[in-house]
């Protein structure tokens, strides 16, 4: 399978394999309500979107760590998605650094369709990246592969 490079905040690469393409400003903005400091690809036909987006604390930053980002997004995924129940903490190693995550599903608005994620922070440098991967819960196991190769792939650009 051909792989394509996404670059992730003009310091990071990451490979995603054909079927995906980069997502626009605006499914930036439909699924997770802003551009900004986010980038991702998306499957179209797999239902399966994989992601990253970042933020580098200012000067309060001594007190920000891994744990705290993550509590901060699950803090926000539990108020704004339908049915949100965390299934499993998670642990490894990005780039070389110890990043956690959680496994968590939800439903999709206005549906029965169950989504199933995992999202993982990592501190490279003075960033924090949040790496998620989004899609069906049937095609979890295959889609967790794809995200499994897409975490390992990431790399800092010289």
């Known amino acids: 399978m051909k792989k394509n490079?996404?670059?992730i905040n003009h310091t990071l690469s990451a490979t995603y394999p054909d079927g995906f393409r980069?997502?626009?400003?605006?499914?930036?903005?439909?699924?997770?309500?802003?551009d900004a400091s986010r980038c991702g690809v998306h499957d179209k036909d797999r239902h399966m979107?994989?992601?990253?987006?970042?933020?580098?604390?200012?000067?309060?930053?001594?007190?920000?760590?891994?744990?705290?980002?993550?509590?901060?997004?699950?803090?926000?995924?539990?108020r704004h998605l339908q049915r949100y129940r965390r299934v499993d903490r998670?642990?490894?190693?990005?780039?070389?650094?110890p990043a956690i995550g959680i496994r968590f599903e939800y439903t999709v608005t206005e549906t029965d369709i169950i989504q199933y994620s995992d999202l993982y922070v990592v501190k490279a440098g003075?960033?924090?990246?949040?790496?998620?991967s989004i899609g069906r819960k049937e095609n979890f196991a295959q889609d967790q592969e794809l995200m499994e190769d897409f975490l390992?792939?990431?790399t800092t650009l010289t």
């Open 22 to 34: 980069e997502m626009s400003s605006v499914e930036l903005k439909k699924f997770f309500r802003t």
């Open 126 to 132: 003075k960033v924090y990246y949040a790496a998620q």
């Open 90 to 97: 998670l642990s490894r190693e990005i780039m070389g650094y």
């Open 5 to 7: 490079v996404l670059t």
């Open 49 to 78: 979107i994989m992601n990253v987006c970042w933020t580098k604390p200012g000067i309060l930053g001594f007190m920000t760590d891994e744990r705290s980002i993550l509590n901060g997004a699950e803090t926000q995924l539990s």
């Open 152 to 154: 390992n792939s990431m």
